[in-house]
């Protein structure tokens, strides 16, 4: 290996290692707050934590003291649903404070269940009904571009989401006007509220899809990091004012990194035990401390 390469490859590790410890710690961010409530969007969230943990972590340019500071990337959840997810990874961005997360849920609390953009600090959309996120993704990528603006977009969204004509109509439109400012990634749990995706409408193949709509696609196992590394280290490279949007595809799996919870049937919405939070812990560390160990 060149001195370069090795450098190079020295850097990646670095930037890997920054993203996994990342992923580790809003994990279980989000198991403190589930235990607060008892139940909820758990699963979702450690299924896309590392998606959430690699654009965090690596990619969305942001000031943490000044969440409104107008160069800021624009980081959309169209899924409200997700907001655990994303309250946990906003503590590990220094935007929320952690302690806070423990209000999560209650009265008065900014961190209500469903996204609230006037509640939380970063949080730029009111997500919830689904189909939203990408239309509204595409309004403020064309708004940003015609202010001159470098900031970038990244849209999440949930494989339920493609089952919504609106956010077909944003994908073609996203290329109709390329927006090369625009990075969307799809959350592909393989799971609805009224069970399995494949079952409530096939959707299959995703990738195509977005490619036929102008799109530059990625399709990667959402849980693996440096997979995700990858494909978001090329979706931002290819970024431009003006150009072709690009997609990352992320296969994950609900409650990944906690067995207990991986296996879980009705996994939309859990609920959890008093005296599972513990083990769901347990396991989350023994995990981290394993991977660590290889
Ligand atoms: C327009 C709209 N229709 C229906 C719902 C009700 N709903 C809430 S979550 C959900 C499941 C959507 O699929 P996905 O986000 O993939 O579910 P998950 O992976 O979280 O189980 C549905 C249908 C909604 N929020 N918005
Ligand atoms: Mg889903």
């Known amino acids: 290996m060149t001195t370069t390469a090795h450098a190079g490859a020295v850097h990646r590790d670095r930037r ?116 939203h996120g990408l239309p509204i993704a595409v309004g403020m990528a064309l708004g940003l571009r015609h202010q001159d603006s470098q900031a970038r977009v990244f849209n999440f969204l949930s494989d339920g989401e493609l089952d919504e004509g609106s956010t077909w109509e944003a994908a073609m439109s996203a290329h109709h006007h390329q927006l090369g400012n625009l990075i969307a990634m799809v959350d592909i749990n393989a799971l609805q509220a009224d069970g399995p995706t494949a079952g409530v409408l096939s959707t299959e193949p995703v990738h195509d899809k977005w490619t036929a709509c102008g799109w530059r696609t990625y399709r990667v196992d959402g849980n693996d990091t440096g997979a995700l590394l990858g494909a978001f280290d090329e979706a931002a490279a290819g970024a431009a004012v003006r150009g072709a949007p690009a997609v990352v595809l992320c296969d994950t799996r609900v409650g990944k990194g906690v067995p207990l919870l991986e296996t879980r049937e009705k996994a939309h919405f859990m609920r959890i035990d008093e005296h599972e939070w513990q083990i769901c812990r347990d396991q989350l560390t023994a995990g981290y401390d394993l991977e660590d160990a290889r």
Do not use: C, K
């Open 16 to 131: 890997l290692a920054a993203v996994d410890e990342f992923a580790y710690r809003l994990r279980h961010n989000v198991l403190d707050m589930g235990q607060e409530q008892g139940q909820g969007y758990v699963g979702q969230a450690l299924g896309a934590a590392d998606i959430l943990a690699t654009v965090y972590a690596e990619h969305l340019r942001f000031r943490a003291d000044d969440p409104d500071w107008a160069g800021r990337d624009r980081f959309l959840l169209s899924t409200g649903h997700y907001a655990i997810g994303l309250y946990a990874a906003l503590a590990e961005a220094g935007i929320v404070p952690r302690d806070e997360l423990l209000t999560y849920g209650s009265d008065d609390s900014r961190l209500p269940m469903s996204g609230m953009s006037t509640y939380t600090p970063g949080m730029e959309i009111s997500g919830g009904s689904l189909g």
